[in-house]
């Protein structure tokens, strides 16, 4: 079985993140691993970056800091741009061991305009991938 040091989690700042989260907690304490909790932030006006990079920023970092507090050496990374692209970038360009993520964060509507970046990353990615199906209707992490 492989070692994972630096885990890659995506997060889109949903209800969902919640039980990756907490999946990837559990293993990062087992094998003493590094997670970078990753946003990409999808905008299409400067005003709409500023206002969902802070509203990201407040939330990775209360991620952080609970993932501290159990004892997880956990960073924050946030790019800009198409998720699916960003997410490769960001592996391309370190070096991570795993990428878990959600298997979806929208609602119907939101998972057929903006596509699977799960299904668009199985295919491209070069590390293992961790697909978490989230339960929906399950109240964010305070």
């Not at 990775?60 to 946030?78: N, P, T």
């Not at 360009?93 to 998972?111: F, I, K, P, Q, V």
């Not at 970046?117 to 991938?129: A, E, G, H, N, Y």
């Amino acid at each position: 079985m492989p070692v994972y040091r630096n885990i890659l989690v995506a997060i889109d700042c949903s209800p969902v993140d919640n039980d990756v989260i907490e999946q990837v907690s559990t293993l990062a304490l087992q094998v003493g691993a590094t997670v970078h909790l990753l946003h990409v932030i999808h905008s299409h006006t400067l005003d709409q970056d500023r206002t969902l990079r802070a509203d990201a920023v407040i939330l990775l970092d209360d991620y952080r800091q609970k993932m501290h507090a159990e004892g997880i050496d956990s960073r924050i990374v946030i790019r800009s741009g198409e998720p699916d692209r960003e997410i490769l970038k960001e592996i391309e360009e370190n070096s991570y061991d795993l990428l878990a993520m959600a298997t979806h964060g929208h609602n119907l509507l939101g998972r057929i305009l903006f596509g699977s970046v799960s299904r668009s990353l199985r295919q491209k990615i070069t590390i293992p991938l961790l697909l978490i199906k989230a339960e929906q209707n399950k109240p964010a992490r305070s």
